[in-house]
């Protein structure tokens, strides 16, 4: 079974309903306990969460969170030197422009950025 239609079944008894036949649960029905309804809405959750971090790995470049090899730190500081931009240097190392932008500072290639602040920061300007 497909995990979408895992999710869809789950949401289903979540609402109450008999998802194979579209009838409204009897009131008695365990499903329609308060636990088990809040039970099926985090597995239901859990399941979607799944499927979008996966979407989001996929859409990822292919070599992200792997460790560097010396041969490609070698390559990286050549096409650095030899003036290649952030976008161009990640789509040749198949990873994201803040991977490289990382790897260049460790490689005391150029200065580290200054932190950006994230959202939902308790600072205010």
Known sequence: MEELDATRLIEGLASGVNPLTGEVLDADNPCQHPDV?????????ALDERRQRLERQKALPANVGK????DEDALLTEAFHAGKKLGDLALEHQRTAAGIQARLEKLGLVEPTAPRARFGSSRHR
């Open 37 to 45: 309804v809040r039970a099926l809405c985090l597995a239901a959750r």
């Open 67 to 70: 460790p560097w090899s010396n």
